[in-house]
């Protein structure tokens, strides 16, 4: 089956430092990956969709500017957190779809981002 | 109205007896929908596609009502390792899907 994999598992970083967050597809050319935030108790918020080559579009809300995405190849894309705060604080998830699933997307494992 | 709307319990549940959940759904132009698993402080993992006549895999039954605009998910003989969250999924549009809150489902021994 469809693998994605995300890594760092888990990061604690300081306040005003930059996160990097890697999602890949391991077994699977993905043309639509998707960053989704989830904070405790609630539902997953997407973020962003980020089609292969082409600039992420980026949900009501999230800023562009602190969020960047790139999607460089069809197996990765990567989501970096500019001057994290506490408030980014949350559990990061990507999710890729290959282009002939009928909306049908793989879940990473997960990123849990602590910011001191 | 939110995209997807699911009560989150905590539903608790004997081992052995059947449980039920609705979620509602505010765009009446979807055309996929699935039910999601996602355990404590991990990814959700598709458990299964709703189709427009309801299907069964297993101990796991899933109905879809246009009319209403909900879907259901009904769990027979629940065992312990039926604990988690079970999220309902719509798509939203322009390839995007909305995820309820969750049902949390809590199998008692």
């Known amino acids: 089956g469809a693998v994605v994999s995300q890594h760092p598992s888990w990061v604690i970083c300081k306040s005003g430092t930059s996160v990097k967050i890697e999602c890949r597809s391991l077994d699977f050319q993905a043309t639509t990956m998707f960053w989704y935030r989830q904070f405790p108790k609630q539902s997953l918020m997407l973020m962003a969709t980020s089609n292969e080559g082409s600039k992420a579009t980026y949900e009501q809300g999230v800023e562009k500017d602190k969020f960047l995405i790139n999607h460089a190849s069809l197996t990765l894309s990567t989501l970096t957190v500019t001057s994290a705060h506490p408030e980014d604080s949350s559990f990061y998830i990507c999710?890729?779809?290959?282009?002939?699933?009928?909306?049908?997307?793989?879940f990473g494992p997960g990123t849990r981002l602590t910011v001191t | 109205r939110k995209e997807v709307e699911q009560d989150p319990g905590p539903f608790n549940v004997p081992e052995g007896a059947t449980v039920a959940f609705n979620c509602t759904y505010s765009n009446s132009a979807s055309q996929s929908f699935f039910w999601y698993r996602q355990d404590c402080r991990k990814e959700p993992k598709l458990l299964m596609s709703v189709y427009s006549s309801g299907n069964e895999d297993g101990r796991f039954t899933a109905q879809l009502n246009r009319a209403s605009q909900y879907i259901s998910l009904l769990i027979r003989d629940s065992k312990l390792s039926d604990s988690a969250t079970y999220l309902c999924?719509?798509?939203?549009?322009?390839?995007?899907?909305?995820f309820g809150k969750g049902n949390q489902v809590v199998v008692i021994p």
């Open positions: 999710s890729a779809r290959s282009g002939d699933r009928d909306y049908e997307q793989y």
């Open positions: 999924v719509v798509n939203a549009g322009n390839n995007r899907l909305a």
